[in-house]
């Protein structure tokens, strides 16, 4: 099913920026939870709402070529902790 770019848009505003529960976006826009449910899918899986994590613990390049300096060597190989 398609919805209206607007509505998407609207719906996903409502509930990631201003933390609205479905069930009030809902009522506010006359519309079924169940269809908010949908439309916040739809926009995810369109790309018009995407989600960002920052893992701090993941080394940057700089501190690989810090280390490669600081023990001189050529490569340096890092992993990351699980």
Do not use: H, W
């Amino acid at each position: 099913m398609t919805y209206d770019i607007d509505l998407i848009v609207e719906i996903s505003y409502l509930y990631y920026k201003s933390r609205l529960k479905q069930e009030s976006i809902a009522r506010e826009l006359n519309i079924s939870r169940y269809k908010v449910t949908r439309v916040l899918k739809s926009a995810l899986r369109n790309g018009i709402v995407q989600f960002k994590i920052i893992d701090p613990t993941i080394y940057t390049p700089q501190f690989g070529e810090n280390i490669e300096k600081d023990f001189n060597s050529k490569d340096c190989i890092l992993g990351r902790k699980i």
